[in-house]
């Protein structure tokens, strides 16, 4: 069911099934989410990620509603009977057709496939997609124009992500000293690796700020939690648009890190 964004997909969601328990959720994730929920008066348990695969532990979940995020697009199911998925990252992904009670995606112009802005709901439940699109008929549609562009970058998903692909694992062969995410099944929406340290991160961001572009992911919504501190602390974010040069970014990261670390 397409939607005006990401962030109403879920709203819609959460607003269909009221929650009556807390939400569980990463601390390592959007703050869009963060946000949807407390507008939605429901309390928030943060959960710490995993440190390979950057996503959420799966708790021990009796009444609350959990919703993890697939991080840049890396797709792991969930053994729980009330899980909504944050798939926002994931269109085009393959072997994902388990959506938990529903997920979400999002059509954003930082997504593999865009639809310049837009997001979506899918459900396996043909009672509750019902419910979704009588709610989002109402205060969530997505627009014309934004369903044409969608459409068009849909149909060039498969070339958008081999190439996407064919550029993680050139990084991940090329970079050597960045621990890469654990991948299960993912459209690689997002790419990053881990720096030994917090000081080589911050080195790496000061230095090449000028030569390429720099963005942090994400910033923690929970202090406390270890795992998602240090990952956030040492992530290095790599330029992974569709049709990127890599290659001239391996010979860039690479001078750079050789000139201090050898």
């Known amino acids: ?26 601390a390592f994730t959007w703050t869009s989410c963060k946000n949807t929920v407390d507008l939605m008066r429901i309390r928030t348990k943060w959960v710490d990620i995993n440190r390979d695969d950057w996503i959420m532990k799966e708790p021990r979940a009796l009444n609350s509603l959990v919703v993890p995020t697939f991080t840049f697009g890396n797709i792991r199911k969930f053994d729980l009977d009330k899980v909504v998925y944050d798939a926002a990252h994931c269109v085009g992904a393959k072997n994902y057709a388990d959506h938990g009670i529903a997920s979400f995606v999002s059509f954003s112009p930082m997504k593999s496939v865009t639809a310049c802005e837009g997001g979506m709901v899918l459900t396996n439940d043909k009672t509750f997609a019902l419910k979704i699109k009588e709610l989002r008929n109402t205060m969530s549609r997505m627009s014309e124009i934004h369903a044409l562009i969608g459409l068009k ?30 991948i299960y099944h993912s459209n690689f929406n997002e790419i990053g690796g881990l720096c030994p340290t917090v000081e080589s991160r911050d080195y790496l961001e000061k230095n090449l700020k000028c030569v390429m572009e720099i963005r942090r992911r994400y910033d923690p919504l929970n202090v406390n939690l270890i795992n998602t501190v240090n990952v956030w602390n040492r992530l290095f974010m790599l330029p992974s648009y569709h049709g990127v040069d890599k290659r001239k970014v391996v010979t860039v990261i690479k001078d750079c890190w050789e000139k201090k670390y050898g």
């Open 153 to 182: 970058n849909f149909q060039n998903r498969k070339k958008i992500l081999d190439d996407k692909k064919e550029t993680f694992e050139f990084y991940k062969k090329s970079l050597s000293f960045l621990r890469f995410q654990k």
């Open 1 to 26: 069911i397409a939607t005006s964004s990401g962030t109403d997909a879920f709203k819609l969601i959460l607003y269909a099934l009221k929650p009556k328990h807390s939400v569980l959720m990463p």
